[in-house]
Protein backbone atom coordinates (compact mmCIF):
# COMPACT_ATOMS: atom_id res chain seq x y z
CA UNK A 1 0.00 0.00 0.00
CA UNK A 2 1.42 3.42 -1.27
CA UNK A 3 1.86 5.89 1.78
CA UNK A 4 -0.78 9.17 1.93
CA UNK A 5 1.18 11.82 1.09
CA UNK A 6 0.55 15.37 2.27
CA UNK A 7 1.67 18.61 0.73
CA UNK A 8 3.07 21.00 3.63
CA UNK A 9 3.46 24.99 2.39
CA UNK A 10 4.87 27.17 4.41
CA UNK A 11 7.46 30.01 3.96
CA UNK A 12 9.50 29.77 7.14
CA UNK A 13 12.01 27.07 6.75
CA UNK A 14 12.04 26.06 10.30
CA UNK A 15 8.15 25.73 10.33
CA UNK A 16 8.22 23.94 7.38
CA UNK A 17 10.71 21.37 8.54
CA UNK A 18 8.93 21.00 11.90
CA UNK A 19 5.65 20.28 9.95
CA UNK A 20 7.22 17.60 7.55
CA UNK A 21 9.05 15.62 10.56
CA UNK A 22 5.49 15.30 12.06
CA UNK A 23 4.10 14.17 9.22
CA UNK A 24 6.70 11.47 8.64
CA UNK A 25 6.50 10.46 12.40
CA UNK A 26 2.88 9.74 11.24
CA UNK A 27 3.78 7.98 8.52
CA UNK A 28 2.97 10.18 5.87
CA UNK A 29 4.94 10.79 2.57
CA UNK A 30 5.99 14.45 2.52
CA UNK A 31 6.23 17.26 -0.58
CA UNK A 32 6.84 20.57 0.42
CA UNK A 33 6.52 23.98 -0.87
CA UNK A 34 7.47 27.41 0.12
CA UNK A 35 4.31 29.74 -0.98
CA UNK A 36 1.00 29.49 -2.60
CA UNK A 37 2.36 29.65 -6.57
CA UNK A 38 4.66 26.97 -6.05
CA UNK A 39 1.94 24.98 -4.44
CA UNK A 40 -0.12 24.88 -7.09
CA UNK A 41 2.73 23.59 -9.93
CA UNK A 42 3.16 20.44 -7.35
CA UNK A 43 0.04 19.43 -6.32
CA UNK A 44 -0.92 19.63 -10.17
CA UNK A 45 2.11 17.42 -10.52
CA UNK A 46 2.16 15.16 -8.27
CA UNK A 47 -1.76 14.99 -6.83
CA UNK A 48 -1.06 14.53 -2.78
CA UNK A 49 -4.49 13.24 -0.75
CA UNK A 50 -4.34 16.70 1.12
CA UNK A 51 -2.62 19.81 1.53
CA UNK A 52 -1.72 21.34 5.30
CA UNK A 53 -0.77 25.23 4.59
CA UNK A 54 0.73 28.47 5.93
CA UNK A 55 -1.35 31.85 5.72
CA UNK A 56 0.94 34.68 5.63
CA UNK A 57 3.39 33.82 2.67
CA UNK A 58 4.75 35.80 0.18
CA UNK A 59 3.88 35.43 -3.96
CA UNK A 60 0.16 34.09 -2.93
CA UNK A 61 -0.81 33.36 0.23
CA UNK A 62 -2.84 30.71 1.87
CA UNK A 63 -6.08 31.90 1.73
CA UNK A 64 -5.67 32.82 -2.22
CA UNK A 65 -4.49 29.29 -2.65
CA UNK A 66 -7.47 28.01 -1.24
CA UNK A 67 -9.89 29.52 -3.49
CA UNK A 68 -7.35 28.45 -6.55
CA UNK A 69 -7.59 25.00 -5.01
CA UNK A 70 -11.53 25.11 -4.74
CA UNK A 71 -11.68 26.26 -8.03
CA UNK A 72 -9.67 23.57 -9.73
CA UNK A 73 -11.48 20.52 -10.66
CA UNK A 74 -8.31 18.70 -10.51
CA UNK A 75 -7.68 19.48 -6.84
CA UNK A 76 -11.36 20.45 -5.17
CA UNK A 77 -11.44 17.33 -3.26
CA UNK A 78 -8.53 17.36 -1.96
CA UNK A 79 -8.95 17.64 1.96
CA UNK A 80 -7.48 21.04 2.36
CA UNK A 81 -6.45 22.31 6.02
CA UNK A 82 -4.50 25.79 7.49
CA UNK A 83 -1.88 25.27 9.69
CA UNK A 84 -1.34 29.23 11.28
CA UNK A 85 0.31 30.74 14.12
CA UNK A 86 -0.41 34.39 12.68
CA UNK A 87 -3.85 34.63 11.62
CA UNK A 88 -5.04 32.30 14.71
CA UNK A 89 -8.05 34.69 15.45
CA UNK A 90 -11.77 33.75 15.40
CA UNK A 91 -12.68 35.92 12.53
CA UNK A 92 -9.70 34.32 10.44
CA UNK A 93 -10.88 31.06 11.15
CA UNK A 94 -14.52 31.62 9.94
CA UNK A 95 -12.85 32.97 6.90
CA UNK A 96 -10.52 30.60 6.09
CA UNK A 97 -13.28 28.17 6.60
CA UNK A 98 -15.75 30.34 4.47
CA UNK A 99 -12.74 29.94 2.00
CA UNK A 100 -13.50 25.96 1.23
CA UNK A 101 -10.96 24.92 3.78
CA UNK A 102 -11.70 21.41 5.71
CA UNK A 103 -9.83 22.24 8.78
CA UNK A 104 -8.02 24.86 10.47
CA UNK A 105 -5.34 24.15 13.01
CA UNK A 106 -3.46 26.41 15.31
CA UNK A 107 0.35 26.68 15.44
CA UNK A 108 1.78 25.54 17.57
CA UNK A 109 0.24 22.27 18.49
CA UNK A 110 1.40 19.32 19.58
CA UNK A 111 2.89 16.88 17.32
CA UNK A 112 0.17 13.93 18.55
CA UNK A 113 -2.61 16.71 18.31
CA UNK A 114 -1.76 17.70 14.72
CA UNK A 115 -1.68 13.71 13.68
CA UNK A 116 -5.15 13.02 14.98
CA UNK A 117 -6.84 15.58 13.38
CA UNK A 118 -5.56 15.25 10.08
CA UNK A 119 -6.08 11.24 10.38
CA UNK A 120 -9.49 11.93 11.23
CA UNK A 121 -9.90 14.25 8.29
CA UNK A 122 -8.77 11.23 5.96
CA UNK A 123 -10.30 8.69 8.00
CA UNK A 124 -13.81 11.05 6.86
CA UNK A 125 -12.33 11.16 3.27
CA UNK A 126 -11.99 7.50 2.75
CA UNK A 127 -15.38 6.62 4.27
CA UNK A 128 -16.80 9.11 1.88
CA UNK A 129 -18.43 11.10 5.02
CA UNK A 130 -16.30 14.50 4.47
CA UNK A 131 -18.53 16.88 3.15
CA UNK A 132 -17.68 18.71 0.07
CA UNK A 133 -16.56 21.65 0.97
CA UNK A 134 -17.47 24.10 -1.07
CA UNK A 135 -16.60 28.41 -0.80
CA UNK A 136 -19.49 30.13 0.75
CA UNK A 137 -21.39 31.79 -1.78
CA UNK A 138 -20.64 35.24 -1.57
CA UNK A 139 -19.80 37.74 -4.38
CA UNK A 140 -16.55 38.36 -5.46
CA UNK A 141 -16.02 41.83 -4.08
CA UNK A 142 -17.34 40.75 -0.55
CA UNK A 143 -14.84 38.03 -0.53
CA UNK A 144 -12.26 40.67 -1.65
CA UNK A 145 -13.42 43.11 1.22
CA UNK A 146 -13.02 40.36 3.90
CA UNK A 147 -9.57 39.33 2.66
CA UNK A 148 -8.37 42.95 2.53
CA UNK A 149 -9.42 43.61 6.02
CA UNK A 150 -7.46 40.71 7.44
CA UNK A 151 -4.85 41.08 5.22
CA UNK A 152 -4.53 44.67 6.53
CA UNK A 153 -5.14 44.24 10.37
CA UNK A 154 -2.18 41.28 9.87
CA UNK A 155 0.08 43.38 8.34
CA UNK A 156 -0.64 46.01 11.03
CA UNK A 157 0.10 43.57 14.01
CA UNK A 158 3.39 43.03 12.62
CA UNK A 159 4.30 46.48 12.02
CA UNK A 160 3.66 46.98 15.31
CA UNK A 161 5.92 43.47 15.99
CA UNK A 162 8.69 44.95 13.81
CA UNK A 163 8.56 48.46 15.51
CA UNK A 164 9.06 46.44 18.50
CA UNK A 165 12.21 44.50 17.43
CA UNK A 166 13.31 47.35 16.07
CA UNK A 167 13.78 49.38 19.64
CA UNK A 168 15.31 46.29 21.05
CA UNK A 169 17.30 46.10 18.34
CA UNK A 170 18.67 49.71 18.95
CA UNK A 171 18.66 49.43 22.76
CA UNK A 172 21.07 46.17 22.33
CA UNK A 173 22.99 47.69 19.85
CA UNK A 174 23.26 51.16 22.02
CA UNK A 175 23.97 48.81 25.21
CA UNK A 176 26.97 47.18 23.19
CA UNK A 177 28.28 50.42 21.96
CA UNK A 178 28.95 51.68 25.79
CA UNK A 179 29.99 48.58 26.99
CA UNK A 180 32.69 48.79 24.21
CA UNK A 181 33.48 51.96 24.88
CA UNK A 182 33.58 51.62 28.58
CA UNK A 183 35.74 48.77 28.19
CA UNK A 184 38.51 50.98 26.16
CA UNK A 185 38.18 53.72 28.97
CA UNK A 186 38.74 51.03 31.44
CA UNK A 187 42.79 50.92 30.53
CA UNK A 188 42.88 54.85 31.09
CA UNK A 189 41.15 56.20 34.37
CA UNK A 190 41.77 59.83 33.09
CA UNK A 191 39.72 59.85 30.08
CA UNK A 192 36.95 58.04 31.74
CA UNK A 193 33.68 59.07 30.74
CA UNK A 194 35.49 60.94 27.46
CA UNK A 195 33.56 59.39 24.54
CA UNK A 196 30.10 59.69 26.14
CA UNK A 197 30.93 63.45 26.38
CA UNK A 198 31.80 63.45 23.18
CA UNK A 199 28.98 61.75 22.02
CA UNK A 200 26.61 63.84 24.43
CA UNK A 201 28.36 67.42 22.53
CA UNK A 202 28.62 65.96 19.44
CA UNK A 203 24.71 64.80 19.51
CA UNK A 204 24.04 68.53 20.27
CA UNK A 205 25.86 69.78 17.93
CA UNK A 206 24.25 68.15 14.96
CA UNK A 207 21.15 69.11 16.30
CA UNK A 208 21.75 72.01 16.51
CA UNK A 209 23.03 72.53 12.79
CA UNK A 210 19.59 70.56 11.97
CA UNK A 211 20.03 67.33 11.00
CA UNK A 212 17.48 64.41 11.28
CA UNK A 213 17.65 61.96 14.45
CA UNK A 214 18.72 58.95 11.99
CA UNK A 215 22.08 61.20 11.29
CA UNK A 216 22.49 62.19 15.08
CA UNK A 217 22.19 58.67 16.35
CA UNK A 218 25.06 57.66 13.57
CA UNK A 219 27.43 60.37 15.36
CA UNK A 220 26.64 59.66 18.81
CA UNK A 221 27.26 55.82 17.78
CA UNK A 222 30.63 57.00 16.23
CA UNK A 223 31.53 59.21 19.07
CA UNK A 224 31.21 56.56 21.70
CA UNK A 225 33.61 54.09 19.60
CA UNK A 226 36.03 56.98 18.07
CA UNK A 227 38.49 55.88 20.44
CA UNK A 228 38.71 52.64 20.29
CA UNK A 229 41.64 52.62 18.70
CA UNK A 230 43.46 53.14 21.72
CA UNK A 231 43.34 49.57 22.96
CA UNK A 232 46.33 49.12 21.28
CA UNK A 233 47.94 52.04 22.70
CA UNK A 234 49.94 50.48 26.03
CA UNK A 235 48.56 51.92 29.22
CA UNK A 236 51.82 53.79 30.03
CA UNK A 237 51.76 55.71 27.23
CA UNK A 238 47.89 56.70 27.73
CA UNK A 239 48.30 58.06 31.36
CA UNK A 240 51.85 59.61 31.08
CA UNK A 241 52.05 62.67 33.41
CA UNK A 242 53.63 64.61 30.22
CA UNK A 243 54.30 65.62 26.87
CA UNK A 244 54.50 62.54 24.60
CA UNK A 245 57.60 61.83 22.34
CA UNK A 246 57.76 61.87 18.67
CA UNK A 247 57.70 57.66 18.76
CA UNK A 248 54.95 57.47 21.69
CA UNK A 249 52.91 59.79 19.33
CA UNK A 250 53.03 58.44 16.32
CA UNK A 251 51.85 54.90 18.38
CA UNK A 252 48.69 57.22 19.52
CA UNK A 253 48.01 58.23 16.10
CA UNK A 254 47.74 54.97 15.20
CA UNK A 255 44.61 54.37 16.89
CA UNK A 256 41.94 56.09 14.39
CA UNK A 257 43.32 53.59 11.71
CA UNK A 258 43.28 50.81 14.39
CA UNK A 259 39.65 51.55 15.33
CA UNK A 260 38.51 51.84 11.52
CA UNK A 261 40.05 48.43 11.25
CA UNK A 262 38.13 46.99 13.92
CA UNK A 263 34.78 48.62 13.03
CA UNK A 264 34.45 48.29 9.22
CA UNK A 265 33.40 44.76 9.27
CA UNK A 266 30.23 46.25 11.14
CA UNK A 267 27.03 46.58 9.06
CA UNK A 268 25.79 50.02 10.84
CA UNK A 269 23.47 51.84 8.98
CA UNK A 270 25.91 55.16 9.12
CA UNK A 271 30.02 55.37 7.98
CA UNK A 272 30.43 54.95 11.45
CA UNK A 273 34.30 53.30 10.46
CA UNK A 274 34.88 56.31 8.22
CA UNK A 275 33.33 58.97 10.74
CA UNK A 276 35.80 57.37 12.91
CA UNK A 277 38.60 56.85 11.02
CA UNK A 278 38.64 60.87 9.92
CA UNK A 279 38.23 61.93 13.46
CA UNK A 280 41.34 63.60 13.68
CA UNK A 281 41.57 65.24 10.11
CA UNK A 282 41.53 69.01 9.80
CA UNK A 283 40.24 71.12 7.43
CA UNK A 284 43.11 72.43 6.37
CA UNK A 285 45.13 68.84 5.81
CA UNK A 286 46.85 69.31 8.79
CA UNK A 287 45.49 66.44 10.83
CA UNK A 288 45.58 62.31 10.21
CA UNK A 289 45.95 59.48 10.02
CA UNK A 290 45.32 60.50 6.03
CA UNK A 291 45.79 63.88 5.77
CA UNK A 292 42.87 64.81 4.04
CA UNK A 293 41.60 68.55 3.51
CA UNK A 294 38.23 70.25 2.94
CA UNK A 295 35.58 68.15 1.76
CA UNK A 296 37.31 64.71 1.82
CA UNK A 297 36.61 64.85 5.48
CA UNK A 298 33.04 63.88 6.16
CA UNK A 299 30.20 66.10 7.94
CA UNK A 300 29.79 63.45 10.74
CA UNK A 301 33.69 63.39 11.16
CA UNK A 302 33.98 67.22 11.22
CA UNK A 303 31.28 67.52 14.01
CA UNK A 304 33.10 64.94 16.00
CA UNK A 305 36.11 66.45 15.70
CA UNK A 306 34.94 69.53 17.22
CA UNK A 307 33.36 67.82 20.26
CA UNK A 308 36.63 66.02 20.90
CA UNK A 309 38.48 68.98 21.08
CA UNK A 310 36.46 70.35 23.07
CA UNK A 311 36.31 68.03 26.10
CA UNK A 312 39.53 66.97 25.59
CA UNK A 313 40.36 70.92 26.56
CA UNK A 314 37.93 71.16 28.92
CA UNK A 315 38.54 68.14 30.99
CA UNK A 316 41.56 66.91 33.28
CA UNK A 317 43.99 64.92 31.18
CA UNK A 318 47.46 63.43 33.09
CA UNK A 319 49.84 66.06 31.69
CA UNK A 320 47.58 69.26 32.06
CA UNK A 321 44.78 70.08 34.15
CA UNK A 322 41.46 71.10 32.77
CA UNK A 323 41.54 74.45 31.30
CA UNK A 324 37.74 74.90 30.83
CA UNK A 325 35.30 75.38 28.33
CA UNK A 326 36.08 78.95 27.77
CA UNK A 327 39.72 78.06 26.92
CA UNK A 328 38.34 75.21 24.69
CA UNK A 329 35.77 77.30 22.71
CA UNK A 330 38.64 80.17 22.04
CA UNK A 331 40.60 76.96 20.21
CA UNK A 332 37.58 76.46 18.22
CA UNK A 333 36.30 79.89 17.65
CA UNK A 334 40.07 80.73 16.74
CA UNK A 335 40.55 78.15 14.40
CA UNK A 336 37.26 77.62 12.40
CA UNK A 337 37.62 77.47 9.03
CA UNK A 338 41.41 76.34 9.28
CA UNK A 339 41.35 73.95 11.47
CA UNK A 340 37.27 72.91 12.03
CA UNK A 341 34.52 73.58 9.65
CA UNK A 342 33.14 76.87 10.45
CA UNK A 343 29.20 75.76 10.82
CA UNK A 344 30.42 73.16 13.25
CA UNK A 345 32.58 75.43 15.55
CA UNK A 346 29.42 78.25 14.98
CA UNK A 347 26.92 75.34 16.13
CA UNK A 348 28.97 74.44 18.95
CA UNK A 349 29.95 78.26 20.13
CA UNK A 350 26.27 78.92 20.17
CA UNK A 351 25.38 75.84 21.76
CA UNK A 352 27.70 76.45 25.11
CA UNK A 353 27.97 80.90 24.96
CA UNK A 354 23.70 81.02 23.78
CA UNK A 355 21.79 77.50 24.77
CA UNK A 356 23.30 76.93 28.00
CA UNK A 357 24.41 73.75 27.20
CA UNK A 358 26.95 71.87 29.18
CA UNK A 359 29.28 68.79 29.14
CA UNK A 360 27.38 66.61 31.08
CA UNK A 361 28.09 63.83 33.26
CA UNK A 362 28.51 60.02 31.71
CA UNK A 363 25.53 58.37 31.76
CA UNK A 364 25.34 55.38 34.27
CA UNK A 365 23.82 53.33 30.63
CA UNK A 366 22.41 53.01 27.44
CA UNK A 367 19.94 55.97 27.27
CA UNK A 368 19.10 58.20 24.51
CA UNK A 369 20.93 61.29 24.16
CA UNK A 370 21.67 62.97 26.96
CA UNK A 371 20.60 66.54 27.15
CA UNK A 372 22.21 68.72 29.92
CA UNK A 373 20.55 71.98 29.07
CA UNK A 374 17.53 73.94 27.79
CA UNK A 375 16.97 76.20 25.87
FE1 LIG B 1 41.04 60.30 19.22
Known sequence: MTATRVLVVDDDPPSNYLLQSVLKSGGYKVLSAEDGVEALEVARYEHPDLIVTDILMPRMDGYQLCREWRADPELAKIPFVFYTANYAEADDERFALSLGADLFLRKPSEPDAVLAEIGDLLDRQAAGSLPTRRPARKDETRVLKEYNARLVHKLEQQLVQLHEANDLLTQMLTGTVHAI?????????????????VAA??????????????????????????????????????????????????????????AYEVLTGIMFPWPVAEYVVQHHERLDGSGYPAGLSGDAILPGSRIIAVADVVEAIASHRPYKTAAGIAVALDEIDGNAGTLYDTDVAA?????????????????????????????
Open 347 to 375: ACIALFDTDGFEIPEPSAGAGGPVKAYSK
Open 181 to 197: GKLTEARDPYTSGHQER
Open 201 to 258: IAWAIAEKLGHERHFCEGIRIAALLHDIGKIYVPAEILARPRRLTEVELGIVRMHPQV
